[in-house]
């Protein structure tokens, strides 16, 4: 032990810690740090830090006969050192004789109760402040400093060292600094770690909301309850906020416009801006580029006035592209380079205009089938499947048919101003051993069908009664015609398409077109008509 040598910080390591101290989002990460680093300049033999807190350790605390006030003390929270003996003994607990100090007891009680430093420069010379001179001694401990941590006028703790050399007013001014900063910190890492909290929080009460939702049957625009809906929420719920393209692929009527609809009110573009929807197989090839890209007046027979098209009307919004899968091989590239570039031109004009907007795309086809056969390129269906998403048939989730049921029944009802009504639980096990091949617009057609005829009386009619090709399930009576085959199905379908096309003159849309004959959207129709091959 050498009395006379002094005690200095290190300028460099002093700044590396107030720095650190900086970074710190946790309140014990912070202690640790500052502590730590205390303790390893060569001439600190323990290094501490107290927290004003409540008192809870009263009644076993060492020095409660000298508590004034049972209120507030000193806890300890960090500590870091070790023995300068043989063996080492590590000074890090925090469970021993000091741990609490009463406010104005003490040395570190005194610090905090005044807010004025303690200094012992020799603890040889000055034992006045020290509990166990013996123990300072055996260390080879000289000096004690402790200053407080103090934040706008409030004292939030105090910090102190033990050294193996004289302190020097140097020494004790650039501990004040470091108390001052670790006081700073420690409110920043406390905001933080409220912060934390909070967001924790707010996930728990999310999870519990979702859960709620789940039980009630109904996310969002959603109705029902299965496993297979949570799955497509959940990835609805991840996807949404970002500007990724996504890719909803399922059967017809599974409700792809609905999650593409979701994806975009969970967006950030839903602000002021619409989700713009284009079907692409009812565009005519000659009319694509004017339909997505717009044109000028004259650019074209027709053209009477100009038009910005769907990519301009969707700019910093979001661009549903319906039945993407039924675009024209040979049209696949201008959609391309709008995706690639984010440009494009309108009809009839040679300025470029940039366009900033999101694609959904939706399809009932296998695109990645459809590429391997050449009718989709390759290309444009990686840019389109950014994040892909699957929409479950109505039958690969039974659980959902009788809340939407019962949802499409009140909704069919409220419309027509009907009074109230449920399904019997012999209708609900009959919507539900259904095999539905149109999936939830078969539903619900079939539900607003039962609610019109359900005047005479709910539990008088038959759910499939009309429903011809939709008709529940059975078995064949002896004699009945044996069905056809997928083959002849194709075939007959075909030539009933066919016939009603040569009829009409080969006009789909209209109230004389061969849409409107057939009872199907011409929407459909066009599908169909591309999907069997057929010359109109």
Request: proline letters at 4%; glycine letters at 8%.
């Amino acid at each position: 032990m050498n009395v006379d040598q002094t005690f200095h910080f290190g300028n460099r390591r002093i700044q590396s810690l107030l720095l650190a101290m900086v970074g710190q989002r946790s309140t014990d990460a912070l202690f640790s740090l500052i502590v730590d680093r205390l303790s390893s300049f060569e001439d600190v033999s323990l290094a501490r830090i107290w927290l004003i807190k409540e008192g809870d350790v009263c009644d076993a605390c060492l020095m409660a006969g000298e508590c004034p006030s049972r209120e507030l003390c000193l806890h300890l929270v960090a500590s870091a050192g070790r023995s300068s003996r043989q063996g080492g003994r590590d000074w890090g607990r925090m469970d021993g004789t000091f741990r609490r100090f009463p406010m104005g007891v003490r040395k570190v009680g005194h610090i905090a109760a005044t807010g004025q430093p303690v200094v012992v420069e020799s603890i040889p010379d000055d034992p006045t402040w020290i509990a166990h001179p013996e123990w300072a001694r055996a260390e080879g401990i000289v000096g004690f400093a402790g200053q407080p941590m103090r934040l706008h006028g409030e004292i939030l703790g105090v910090l102190a060292v033990f050294t193996r050399s004289r302190v020097t007013q140097t020494s004790l001014d650039i501990l004040s600094i470091i108390a001052n900063h670790a006081a700073t910190a420690l409110a920043n890492a406390r905001a933080f770690e409220q912060i934390e909290a909070l967001k924790s929080q707010l996930e728990a009460e999310n999870s519990y909301l979702r859960e709620e939702l789940n039980e009630a049957g109904s996310y969002g625009g959603f109705i029902g309850r299965s496993l297979a809906l949570r799955r497509i929420i959940q990835q609805i719920d991840l996807v949404a906020p970002t500007d990724a393209n996504v890719l909803i692929q399922g059967e017809s009527g599974t409700g792809k416009e609905l999650v593409a609809r979701e994806l975009h009110q969970r967006s950030r573009r839903r602000s002021g801006r619409p989700l713009i929807k284009v079907n692409c197989a009812s565009v005519p090839k000659e009319l694509f580029a004017s339909e997505f890209f717009g044109h000028v007046k004259g650019a074209f027979t027709g053209a009477h006035a100009s038009r910005e098209g769907k990519f301009g009307a969707a700019d910093r919004g979001t661009l549903f592209l319906d039945e993407v899968g039924e675009i024209p091989l040979e049209l696949q590239a201008q959609l391309l380079r709008v995706l690639q570039e984010g440009e494009y031109e309108r009809v009839g004009e040679e300025k470029v205009r940039a366009v900033d907007a999101r694609i959904i795309a939706a399809t009932n086809r296998n695109l990645q089938k459809e590429v391997e056969a050449g009718r989709f390129r390759e290309d444009l269906y990686f840019r389109l499947n950014v994040f892909p998403i699957t929409v479950p048939s109505l039958r690969s989730r039974p659980e959902d048919i009788a809340p939407l049921a019962e949802h499409f029944l009140k909704r069919s009802l409220a419309a027509m101003n009907r009074p109230a009504l449920r399904f019997s639980q012999a209708q609900i096990a009959q919507l539900e051993g259904y095999d539905w091949p149109g999936n939830v617009r078969e539903l619900q057609n079939i539900v607003e069908r039962f609610a019109i005829t359900s005047a005479a009386g709910p539990a008088q009619v038959e759910l499939f009664a009309h429903a011809g090709e939709e008709a529940g399930p059975c078995s064949p009576a002896a004699g009945d015609p044996l069905p056809l085959t997928e083959a002849e199905l194709v075939r007959l379908q075909a030539d009933n398409i066919e016939k009603a096309l040569a009829r009409c003159g080969g006009k789909i849309y209209g109230a004389d077109g061969a849409a409107a004959l057939l009872g199907v959207k011409p929407t459909t129709l066009a599908t169909r008509i591309r999907k069997f091959g057929i010359r109109r």
